[in-house]
Structures are given as C-alpha cells and as structure tokens.
C-alpha cells in the first residue's frame, strides 16, 4: 500500500513539475521568439516611445504586440510579470527530488559500491551542491568575468562537467543525472529570482518616480540579459536530462559523466545555431557539426557486444545456474508483487519470473546487467562481476544468432 501511494504522489509531482517547466520555458521561448521578429513601428506609435512592433494571429483573433523602448508614460494598471513558473517548476522539482530519490527508492541516488551513503549523508550532498554550485555561479555572474560573455560561457561549461563528474563519483547513475540536472534548474531560477526580476522592479520603480534609469539600473539589466541569456542555452540540456532519466543507456553508462557533458555540450551548440538565426545569421554549419558529434556519441555509446570476454567457447552455462541468480539477484523486484518494499507492480513493467521472460527481454538485460552493471539497482544483493558474466554467456547461448 506504501509503494502504491507512494507512486500516486510521484506521479501527481511529476505532472505538477512538467505543467509547470513547460509554462515556463514556453513563456520564455515566446518572448525571445517575441524579441527577435519585432519590426520597426511607424512614426505615431515611436513618438510613443515604442521600439518595435509586431502582429500576430492565435487561437481566432489577432494580436498587436508592442515593446518599449523603456516604459510607457504611465505604467498599466495591471502589469503582468513571469515568475511565477519559474519559482514553481523549481518547488515541484525538489518535490520530486525528495519523493523519487531521497525518500523513494535509496536504489536511484545510493549505490554502495561508490559510497555508503545514508539518506540524510544523501540530502546532505545533494542540497549542499545544489546551493553550493548556485552560490558559486551568482559570484561569478557579479563579477569582471561577466563581461566577457564567451569567457563565462566556458567557466560555466568547466564547472557544470565538474559537477557531472562529481556527482558520478557519490551517487548511483540516475542520481547523479537528476542531480546535475536540477543543480542547472537551480541557477536557472536563481536567475530569475537573483537576477531578472530584481532588474524588472528597478525599471518599474524608475519608470513610477518618473526618473531615468540611473547606472545602477542599467547595470541590473546589462547582467539580467545576461542571465537570460545563459537561461536560454541552458533549457535545451536541462530537458534533455529530465527525460534522458528515462534511458539506462545513459545514465548506466559508466561514463556517464562523460555522456552527459557531451550532450550538454551539443545541445547547447545546437542552441546557438537558433539565437544566431534570430539575430538574422544562419550558420548552418553549427548544425552539421552537432548532428557529427551526435553520431560520434552513438558510437562512442555503443554497447560492446559481442562482449569478447564471452566468447562462444566459454563453458555452457546450465539453466539452473541463471534460475538461481535471476532468483538472488532480479526476483525481489521483477516479479509480478514485489517483495521488495518499494514497487507493487514489477519495475520498467519487467517481470523476470521465469526464464522464458528473461529471454524476452535479453537485449535490455544484456545492456542493463551485463554492459552496464545499472542492474540490479544500486546492487543491494551483491552480484559479482563474474555473475554477470554468466548472464551473459547465458543469454548468447539462448540467444538467436
Ligand atoms: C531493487 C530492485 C531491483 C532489482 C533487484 C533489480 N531491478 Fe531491474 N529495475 C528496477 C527498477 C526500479 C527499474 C526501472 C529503472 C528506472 O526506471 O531507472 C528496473 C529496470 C530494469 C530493466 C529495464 C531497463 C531499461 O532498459 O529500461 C531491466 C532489463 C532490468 N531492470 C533487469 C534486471 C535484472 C536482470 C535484474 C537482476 C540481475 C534486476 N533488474 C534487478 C529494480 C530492480
């Protein structure tokens, strides 16, 4: 019954999170889309003060767009500010952290062959990189370093690969994903809360008392573009990580630090290739490149099979053996009413009850137990290299070729 609601409550996170992540970077892709396609006003609507105009038709009716050069005389009675989706993918995301990883299931984030961690040792680091990293970013972003753009660019790269690295070294694979993704979620809304919307009251406030901005302002806003800015190159990673929790492939690799700087990379690579174009550049060679590293990385990834460690000569491998470890080894998760704890229906929808299943899922297992060693989750029943091994050359045996 535990488990049972316990997946309920993920599962109503979980929606809560995406609703709000994609109101938020909806929002944020339609204003720079907004920013980029503005033309030129005519002559009544500059002397207004307007910097650019655009027309737009959705959902039946037509709408006229207008973005100030500051601010208009007096400001609206109602003026509507975006944070809100911000701060809430960040609360429903620790959410999830907490219900999926720290108080779900121990197998996601603790991996006892790495460290023994317990779950308050596990809260401890998670939080403490995530605050720590973020505290490291707001220094630097009020520092001489924001001036060179390209420069804080490759820092941020460096410490983000860290991290990565970092978090691979504590956590199982799953864990550390997730972690790398919500330290980026974290900085991401530090930006808004920290950076942009502290700027956006400025002008407001400015605009109200009927005064220019002064040097403080601009300041706010030059390093509030900014943030924007490294916002906008990090929402292409930061997604393909939510949904990349999904795929063993990656985070059960065991360079999965490795993979996912890689992917960071190129996805934020790929992002250029789309604020050059709307600055009016196309550059298409960007995209050309990130579709090359994209196939070095499937190659790269690839799983090594035939394992020639197991090579068709090793010893016949009885089916009983395998009965005996899929029993000590898988069965205490994959079976249709789990033992163990924390499932009430068999994981990934797998059911290893019998070897007839266990063949029908044998490139997954091959890849998950064999390639990738992700199974059994955080190995909490012990099984050794060598096992996996006969696994292995058990499901060569049996296999088709
Ligand atoms: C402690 C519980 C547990 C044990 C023990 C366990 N698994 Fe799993 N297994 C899981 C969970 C949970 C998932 C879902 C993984 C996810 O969502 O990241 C999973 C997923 C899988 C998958 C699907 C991976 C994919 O490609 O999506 C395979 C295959 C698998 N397990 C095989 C095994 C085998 C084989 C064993 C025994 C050697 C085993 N598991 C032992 C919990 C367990």
Known sequence: MHAYLADWLSLIIRWFHVIAGVAWIGASFYFVWLDNHLREPPEWKKQKGIKGDLWAIH?????????????????????????????????????????????????????TSKLALSTGGAIAIGMGTLIGVMLIYEALIRSPLSRNGLAFGA?????????????????????????????????????VFLGIVPAQRALVNAIQQGVEPDARVALLAERAKLRSTHNNYLTLPVIFIMISNHYPMFYGHAHGWAVLAAIGFITAFARHFFNLRHQGITRPSILVVSAL????????????????????????????QIRVLVEAHCQGCHVENPPHPAFQAPPAGISLATLEQLKDHRDQVYQATVATEYMPLGNTTGITREERDLIGTWLRQVGPE
């Open 59 to 111: 959902g039946g009716g037509i709408y006229e767009v207008a973005k100030y050069q500051l601010g208009p005389e007096e400001m609206p009675r109602k003026l509507h500010w975006f944070k809100w989706e911000a701060y809430s993918t960040l609360m429903s995301g620790l959410a999830l952290l907490f219900a999926v990883y720290y108080f779900g299931n121990p197998g996601y984030l603790i991996d």
């Open 155 to 191: 820092v941020l790269l460096v410490i983000l690969v860290a991290v990565s690295w970092g978090m691979f070294q504590v956590f199982a694979g799953r864990g550390a994903f997730i972690h790398v993704g919500a330290v980026i979620g974290t900085i991401m809304v530090a930006n």
């Open 293 to 320: 590293l994209t196939l070095a990385l499937i190659w790269a990834m690839a799983p090594s099979r035939p394992d020639t460690r197991l090579t068709a000569n090793a010893p016949e491998v009885s089916d009983q």
